[in-house]
C-alpha cells in the first residue's frame, strides 16, 4: 500500500491510525531526546520540572504534598501532573523513564485526539485525519512539550478533546462535559477559560431557553464537582484559592505590562507562527471566514477561544520565553483549524491552473517549513537541556556535596535544588516561600529578608539580581559553555554576608518593610 493510501484511505481501521500515532510519537520524541543525549546528557529543558519531581517524590515517599519535606505548600500549578509522576515514582522508575513515557503517551494522544477532532469539524474530508494526527505529533512546539517534564501537553490533549466534543453534531452530555473542564484546573487553572466555548456552544446546540437553562446546570453540576475541591485544596495548603505560581509569576514579570498591550499580543500570537504554524494562518483565517459565511456561530467558539487565550497572557502575564511553553497547550487548536482551513480549500487536482499550483505550494511549503523546523526544534531540545544540566543541576548536585546540611539556601530557580540538593530553601521566585511575592523584584528588601531569614547562600544567575549578588562572596560558579554561548551566564554561589550590612539606613528601612509585611 502506498503512503497516500495509508494516509487517504476511510477503510485504514482506527486500530491502525492509533499504531502509526504511537510509533511516530515515540520516534519524534526519541530523535529530541537522542540530541540531548549527543548535545550534552539526558535531562529536561525546564529547571520547573524538578519542582513537579519534588512534589512527585515526597508525595510517593512520604504520602505528603510538599516541596520541603514537612512543609505543606501550594507550589506546584498542576496538582494532577505532580501526582501522575509520584506513580513513576512508587514503582521506581523516576525521574527520567516514567516522565519520558507519559510525554510520549500524551504526544500520541494529542496527534489522536486532533485527528477526532478535525474528522468531527470536516466529516467529508475525514480521510485526511492521518494526516493531521501525524503533523501534530512532528510539530516542534509539541515534541519539545512532551519530552520538556511538564504538563503541558497534558493541557494541550485536553484541549484537543474538549474542541472534538464542542465539534461533534452529536447530541452533548453536558454534565460530562463539565466534569472533564473540572478536571482540568487540576492540570492547570488555565483550563477554567474552557467555560467559555463550552457556554458559547451551548447557546447556539440548545434551540429554547429551558433547554439552555437545563444543560447550562448539568454542565455547572459537573465542573463544579472538580473544580470546587481544586479550590479547597489550595486554600487548606496555602491560605488561597489558586496556587502560589499564580500571583507569584504575575508579580515577577509585572514590568512587562508596561508595554503597549497591542505589542504584548502580537509578541504572544507570533509564537506559534515560529514554524509550522505560519504556513497554517491562512487556513485558519479562511476556516474562520467560511463558518461566517455557514453563519456557523458554534464553529467559531474555540478560534475565538484561542484568541482570547492569547489575550489573556498578553494582559496579565506577557511572557515570551522558553519557547511559548505558557502558550503551547492553545496551539494544537490552531494547527487543527488551520489544517481545516487548507483541506477545505486545497484543489491540487483542479483543472484551472492557479488553484492548483497554489494548493500544491501550499502543501509543499506545509511540509519542508514543518521538517525544517522539527530538525531545529531537536537541536533548541538538546541546547536547553544542556543548559538546565550544566548550570541548576550541577549547582544542585555541588550543594549538596559541599554545603552543611542545615545550610539555608536563597535561590530564585528551586527545581534541582529541591530534588539533588536536599537543603532548606528560601524561594526567591515565591513558588514555595509566597510570603516574597509583594516585594519580588525589590532587591534591597530582598536582601532584607535574607538577612531576617539568616540565610547562609544565595544562588543564581549573576545578571538576575545585580545588586543583590552585592551581599555574597563569590564561592563556586560552574563555568560550562552552554549557557554563555546562548547569551546568558553561569550560575553562581555567594556565601551570604549582608548587602544591608553596607548601609545602616537600609538596614532600618528595609527590615522595618518585611516587619510590615509579615505582619
Not at 307 to 321: D, E, K, N, S
Request: proline residues 6%; charged residues 15%; glycine residues 8%.
Amino acid at each position: 500500500m502506498s503512503g497516500s493510501m495509508l494516509f487517504n484511505n476511510p477503510e485504514t481501521t482506527l486500530h491502525r491510525r492509533l499504531t502509526w500515532l504511537a510509533v511516530g510519537a515515540c520516534l519524534s520524541l526519541s530523535a529530541y531526546l537522542l540530541t540531548s543525549v549527543i548535545t550534552y546528557r539526558i535531562g529536561f529543558p525546564l529547571d520547573d520540572a524538578w519542582i513537579h519531581q519534588t512534589y512527585a517524590r515526597n508525595l510517593a515517599a512520604r504520602g505528603e504534598w510538599a516541596f520541603i519535606p514537612g512543609q505543606p505548600s501550594a507550589g506546584s500549578t498542576a496538582p494532577a501532573w505532580s501526582a501522575l509522576l509520584a506513580v513513576g515514582h512508587w514503582l521506581g522508575l523516576g525521574p527520567y523513564l516514567w516522565t519520558y513515557f507519559l510525554g510520549w503517551i500524551l504526544l500520541g494522544a494529542t496527534g489522536w485526539a486532533g485527528m477526532r477532532c478535525f474528522q468531527r469539524l470536516l466529516p467529508q474530508r475525514e480521510r485526511f485525519g492521518l494526516c493531521v494526527g501525524v503533523f501534530l505529533i512532528f510539530e516542534w512546539h509539541l515534541v519539545w512539550a512532551a519530552g520538556s517534564g511538564m504538563e503541558t501537553l497534558l493541557l494541550g490533549a485536553l484541549i484537543l478533546v474538549v474542541a472534538g466534543n464542542l465539534a461533534s453534531e452529536q447530541k452533548q452530555n453536558w454534565f460530562a462535559l463539565g466534569v472533564l473542564i473540572g478536571a482540568g484546573v487540576w492540570v492547570r487553572p488555565d483550563s477554567i477559560t474552557l467555560a467559555g466555548p463550552a457556554l458559547w456552544v451551548l447557546m447556539f446546540r440548545e434551540k429554547t431557553w429551558k433547554s439552555r437553562a437545563r444543560a447550562a446546570m448539568n454542565w455547572m453540576t459537573g465542573w463544579l464537582l472538580l473544580f470546587a475541591p481544586y479550590l479547597m485544596f489550595n486554600k487548606l495548603l496555602a491560605g488561597n484559592w489558586w496556587p502560589n505560581t499564580f500571583f507569584a509569576k504575575q508579580a515577577e514579570y509585572a514590568i512587562l505590562r508596561d508595554l503597549p498591550l497591542w505589542r504584548r499580543y502580537f509578541a504572544e500570537l507570533s509564537l506559534p507562527m515560529i514554524g509550522a504554524g505560519a504556513v497554517l494562518l491562512p487556513g485558519f483565517l479562511l476556516r474562520a471566514v467560511h463558518s461566517l459565511q455557514r453563519k456557523a456561530w458554534h464553529d467559531l467558539a474555540l478560534p475565538l477561544w484561542f484568541a482570547g487565550y492569547l489575550f489573556i497572557y498578553a494582559l496579565r502575564l506577557p511572557v515570551v520565553y522558553q519557547h511559548g511553553r505558557y502558550i503551547i497547550p492553545a496551539m494544537p487548536v490552531f494547527f487543527v483549524w488551520g489544517l481545516a482551513g487548507l483541506v477545505e480549500w486545497i484543489q491540487p487536482q483542479s483543472a484551472a491552473p492557479l488553484p492548483r499550483v497554489v494548493s500544491r505550494v501550499w502543501l509543499l511549503s506545509l511540509g519542508l517549513v514543518g521538517a525544517v523546523f522539527w530538525v531545529a526544534g531537536a537541536r533548541a531540545y538538546g541546547r536547553d537541556v544542556a543548559v538546565i544540566e550544566s548550570e541548576m543541576v550541577a549547582t544542585a548536585r555541588w550543594t549538596a556535596e559541599n554545603t552543611d546540611p542545615d545550610a539555608l539556601i536563597a535561590a530564585h530557580d528551586i527545581g534541582a535544588l529541591g530534588y539533588f540538593g536536599d537543603r532548606q530553601l528560601l524561594d526567591l521566585a515565591g513558588l514555595v516561600s509566597p510570603e516574597v511575592i509583594p516585594f519580588i523584584r525589590d532587591e534591597e528588601r530582598l536582601a532584607a529578608y535574607l538577612d531576617a531569614q539568616q540565610a547562609d547562600y544565595l544562588i543564581t544567575f549573576p545578571d538576575w539580581y545585580p545588586r543583590l549578588i552585592q551581599g555574597g562572596r563569590l564561592i563556586y560558579t560552574t563555568g560550562a559553555p552552554f549557557s554563555p554561548a546562548l547569551g546568558g551566564t553561569n550560575m553562581a554561589v555567594y556565601a551570604w554576608e549582608g548587602l544591608s550590612s553596607s548601609s545602616p539606613l537600609l538596614s532600618i528601612t528595609s527590615s522595618c518593610a518585611i516587619l510590615y509585611d509579615e505582619r
